[in-house]
């Protein structure tokens, strides 16, 4: 059973990857204090997302989906994912870079980075 | 002529693009160029839309696609009856809370600011006319980002740094949201090698009892519920419309919920099936519990409130639940109600925000119990907001009371009496916060007359909110121009022809 | 920033090929793995690799807010500009086959689609490093 359980891993086991950095991610988003590992968490939350796609696009032995000699019956990865992941990647950045920039602002405002510290202030006033 | 009309799908995107980079360039010379060209540019859209809801009603749906690549190589634009409904209700929108915006801005943003802010208000409308028309899922999902980050950005411009705070909290689950759309894409595109909205409807029924479609399935109505802020998951939403600046607020609670709400239909409906949701995975049943709970947790958390902005926030809560209940009930007559809310929605929050608005600009009062006796110095921004919250409460003959007497008639058909006695008990919980406000602001004591010395807010924001008073009662009136275009927008949503 | 000889030296040695190779990946994008927004990035890392060597004063008149606002509209420009030219062309929107039938020029989609390649990787160079010149203060560092 235990067997079984870990030759499915094993076989999956870029899935599994993706899936673990997720809850990586998703739980620096939800756990942590400081806004600026918030920020790595949602990081890491999306290039799990980009694993995932990236993954699933590639074919056992495939080349890269430029044109060879042998012409159209050679065995392509599938280029489209990466092409969406590529966009992602531009979303991505643009997010962190907004995130970032509101760090930046409520750090100026408030003197601290740390979300319980935070509400303590705002309750302040 | 017909050329023209045949490329507006585009142009309605690329146009403004160029005009927000073109503000930004004017701004840059004179300040107050920017307001201009932002409402020359929503002015076009909102004309263009108007030209291509006409063109989709007598021609039928228009597909145009960019490169002149026919999917699946390409991304296609689609115009049918649903989407270019929605499109003419949120740039109608947007042109009025760009014209409430010429004095209003001035509420929260700060002069060296405005070139930025129009900017960005420019991109928000932007992404929300892609996300309508886009024939992609996976062009939706960029579409739905741009709108985001321009969302995150106007929210966190607001004057109080506590404004920052909200936008960052929005940020971090609208983030989280978005990541559940591109997993659920993901699994889509695994299960079936396309990301055609078409496409997938005519390639997913062969695999509806696969987990990986029940996984896309879920993934994406999660991702969706928190951008549309459905109950559980609306966290986000009280703060950020409360701190946000007055015309960000009325641009979000008007256009940006809309269309994720639209988005979500369109999920739901085109790309899977009415029968995925009954036969093969049915979860309207869920949806149907979760939207009552939220139709009347809503409207109890609005009832607490004291701030007027937070109590229309988690109003908008409660409203959201009457668009879900029509995806519950799933049938023509509750779907064109729930449609139909849309527009109703739209147009009576967007009055409520603007009036709200109004009295911050005039008189910096925010809380409800403060406003006693505003009627005597606010006398048509008051009446403005007594007839959106007769709409919102559900009075006959506005058009609040017809889309909840569609849904209520939809539930009757489908045999769900208990939910129908739901939306009825929402609606008089509406009454009680509505009523609330009208009672302090007409028959409260006029005491504090320092507080309320400013006369009626300027024309420029008058005209906007008396315009979208008089839509909730003339839409009411003449509910069948609205519904003409709704029916067949419903029958191609349940698949018919 | 402390005098870094090293550092500096290196990086004064690099960047130019830095610059050379995101050239090589932008024009490369119509035909092989590259194009405008790797390309538009590694330029990007220049100019970032230049600022942390030698801080804001050091790239003081190679680099500015106004100029990297500029670029990025610009690159919008050419590319929505070449756009709506297909559509003068009465093709679709990007169908670079209008311009080139009507024109009667062969492989004229190469050179369309290099320029599209080249306004993207222009505005994704001029908004990454306005975006690290906005988190830099006055002394050049990356503020803390």
Sequence with gaps: MIEDLFALFLSRYNYWMAIILMLIGLYALIAKQNLVKKIIGLNIFQTAIFLFYISFADVT?????????????????????????????????????????????IYQEYKVMDEDELLEVMRRP | MNAVIAQLPVLILVVPIVGALLILLAGKVNRNFSYPVTLATIS???????????????????????????????????????NSFVLVVILAMALLTAVWARQGAALDIPPEKTVPFFVVFQLLVTGLCGMTITGDIFNLYVFVEITSIAAYVLVASGRGARSLIAGFNYLVLGSIAAGFIVLGI????????????????????????????????????????????????????????????????????????KVTAYAMIRVIFSVFTPQYITESFPVTEVILIIAAIAIIAGAVLAIAQDNLKRMLAYSSISQMGYIMFAIGIANQIALEGGLLHIMAHAVMKGCLFMVAGMIIYRTGITGIHQMSGLSRTMPLTCAAFALAGASMIGIPPTIGFMSKYYLVLGAVEAGQYLAAAVLLIGSLLAAVYIWRVIEIMYFGDHHEGALHSGP????????????????????????????EIIGPAVTLLLGGS | MRENVVIRTVSRLSIPFIQLFSLYVIVHGASGAGGGFQGGVVFAASFILMLIAFGLSGIRGRISEKGTMVLAATGVFIYAGIGLLCILFSGNYLAYAAIESALGIPHLHGLLIDLVEAGIGITVMAVMTSIILDFADKEGNIRD
């Design chain 1, 61 to 105: 032995g495939g080349t890269a989906p430029i044109y060879l000699p042998e012409g159209p019956g050679a065995l392509y990865v599938n280029p489209l994912p990466h092409v969406l992941m590529l966009t992602a990647i531009v979303v991505g950045v643009s997010i962190t870079a907004v995130a970032l920039s509101l760090v930046v602002r």
């Design chain 2, 44 to 82: 076009f859209q909102f004309a263009a839309s108007l030209i291509l809801l006409s063109a989709v009603m007598t021609g039928g749906t228009i597909h145009y696609y960019l490169g002149g690549w026919p999917p699946p190589m390409g991304i296609e634009l689609v115009l049918d009856a649903f």
């Design chain 2, 186 to 257: 993901g699994y889509l595109y695994v299960a079936t090698g396309t990301l055609n909205m078409g496409e997938l409807a005519a390639m997913l029924p062969a695999s509806y009892g696969l987990a990986t479609v029940h996984a896309a399935f879920l993934f994406l109505m999660i991702g969706f519920s928190i951008k549309v802020a459905f109950f559980p998951l609306h966290l986000w939403l009280p703060d950020a419309y409360t701190e946000s600046p007055a015309v960000v607020t009325i641009l979000i609670a008007t256009a940006t919920s």
């Design chain 2, 456 to 483: 009626e807010a300027p024309l420029s924001m008058l005209v906007p909110v008396l315009i979208l008073a008089a839509s909730c009662l003339l839409l009411g009136l003449f509910v069948d121009i609205p519904l």
